[in-house]
Nanobody
Framework: QVQLVESGGGLVQAGGSLRLSCAAS????????MAWYRQAPGKQRELVASITAGGSTNYADSVKGRFTISRDNAKNTVYLQMNSLKPEDTAVYYCNGGLVLVAGSYRWSWGQGTQVTVSS
């Protein structure tokens, strides 16, 4: 079964750090463009950061300078390092991206989400 599996969420105090991981599993040859989204209660899902296959990155203004997206192509994994966390960063974080499958097809997938809670 092809899927994206997130890990690394949890409860942290304001000013703290967390590192999220998203690993592609199943018959995945390689990951393509990847992104992290988040959705807070009562709000729409929003793009947090994205990274192309070549490593170019893009960030939401609200996280610039605090969050860093990176990737390990050998592990088919993407990361989100979150520093200087604020209570407003509290949300469910979702991994999203394009997967090139072993069979040669392309699939756009979402992970199941991981909860990040920042206490004040």
């Amino acid at each position: 079964q092809v899927q994206l599996v997130e890990s690394g969420g949890g409860l942290v105090q304001a000013g703290g750090s967390l590192r999220l991981s998203c690993a592609a599993s199943g018959s995945v040859f390689r990951i393509s463009v990847m992104a992290w989204y988040r959705q807070a209660p009562g709000k729409q899902r929003e793009l947090v950061a994205s990274i192309t296959a070549g490593g170019s990155t893009n960030y939401a203004d609200s996280v610039k300078g605090r969050f860093t997206i990176s990737r390990d192509n050998a592990k088919n994994t993407v990361y989100l390092q979150m520093n200087s966390l604020k209570p407003e960063d509290t949300a469910v974080y979702y991994c999203n991206g394009g997967l090139v499958l072993v069979a040669g097809s392309y699939r756009w997938s979402w992970g199941q989400g991981t909860q990040v809670t920042v206490s004040s």
